[in-house]
């Protein structure tokens, strides 16, 4: 089947939402996903959106906690954007009357989380912000919105001048072909590539993966975020445990009561997150239980529905006052090289999300960063395609070599989520990092398969080798510890690699004094505006 349209949207997150939210106001779009369209790290987010609401806060100030959680690795212009658009932003969506949690007075309620220095997190069903808000977006989405559930992207398509034009899709019964003016890619994270994680057991890096093979540049894949508090019951991870129960007076504690963070960091347990993370994954390895303790929260239950929820679901007794925690995979900092405006160094191939890589987070993501980013720059690439958006006239396909059918020997799904916890996990080293590469598919090898007559989960078997084969040679070649980058023989940050970027394109890379080619956002305006 053979669909043309003016838009195709990969993902179904607040990101691609929001995108499709704007742009319907002049384009005919469609969404694609590859599950139930609120089966995503959107609608399963605990924390709130970071933004500056109140009169005792400043984007200066948010723009300075988003620097230092980053360790200084960043695109600071793109920071200064995210910070000032996403406080327009936000006040746009309260002033349509998204629900925002507030006092018995009207005032918004705004909660504290770690390493922002002023209460600025806004909430929406206490610990329910990201469904609440992909609930409230999905609502308000027109008719000439088509979304398509259970529908897999596995190929980009570029015409013979390189612009991306579509995009081809397997759904359960058949294979579909997308012929677009513009392909955004907002397909979320790469969590489930480990064993523990927060994400979505199908969130594999697709996006990412998707985009590399077709030539886009990659980006700042050695940074992988840890969270350090998923529920842990029997062996196994069960969902989170947001940063706001911390914000709310929890703290870390072994099974004695001890408490992990007391002298460690000076903002305790409301440190940025790979140093929480870091402390929990060293005092578990060193054979203790880790826990939260709530006893100094009242009202718990009334605050926190969605983890008493997953609490007595498993069985965990919260008159206790302590859930068990363990680090696992949250949010991934690299992906897709991207702008403000979502432009990739592929024209009228657009990224926006956690699978872009704007800049903005750095070696470690900012507490509650991420729905603000999806919202902001979702809002700001779809506002700039509405002014400057052209409506593609070439479909000429380019066509590429003669492809094989064979698929190189891959880890099953289970293995290769052991191999990248224990060997690019919290904590890597050369010796693991080394072992592992050697046993993932190459650039060549992969970008050599035919992929129109294998199944789903083969090929998403396929994007999870890709995926983490870019997070591991990331890390093996920077060669020091900076933020959510941890190497047990380079435990330093090191002068050599402050505003380094390892950039990937087509098996190859480079390491780059910033982010972005030089020109690299005017060529692209050129290019597809």
Partial sequence: MIIKTDIVIIGSGVAALQSAKVLSKKFQVHIITKSDIKNGSSYKAQGGIAAVTSEDDETALHFQDTIAAGEHHHAEMNVQTLVEEGKIAIQQLIHEQFPVDRHYDGKIMLGLEGAHSKQRIVHSGGDATGKTL???????????????????????????????????????????????????????????????TSNCPDSFGDGIALSYLAGANIADMEFFQFHPSLIYVDGQTRGLASEAVRGEGGFFVDEKGNRIMDGVHPLGDLAPRHITAFEIYKKRAEGHEVYIDISNIEHFEEKFPTITGICIEHGIDLTSKRIPIAPGSHFLMGGIVSDAYGRTSIPRLLAVGETACTGVHGANRLASNSLLEGITFGKLMAEELLQKGTIQKNFNVMKKAAKSIDVPSLFTRSTLQKEMIAKAG????EEGLSDLLKKLPSFEQVAMIDLDSLGRETIEGIFMHVTASLIVEAALIRKESRGAHIRKDYPEKSREWQQQWIVFNKGNYDVRDGLYEQYQTTKNARAVF
Avoid: D
């Fill in 134 to 196: 992909v609930n409230y977006l999905i609502e308000t989405l027109p008719k000439n919105v088509t979304i398509h559930e259970f529908e897999m992207a596995y190929e980009l398509l570029l015409n013979i001048e390189g612009e991306c034009v579509g995009v081809k899709t397997k759904t359960n019964k058949e294979n579909r072909t997308y012929f677009a003016s513009y392909v955004i890619v907002a397909t979320g994270g790469a969590g489930a590539l480990y064993e523990y």
């Fill in 426 to 429: 919290i904590v890597r080293n």
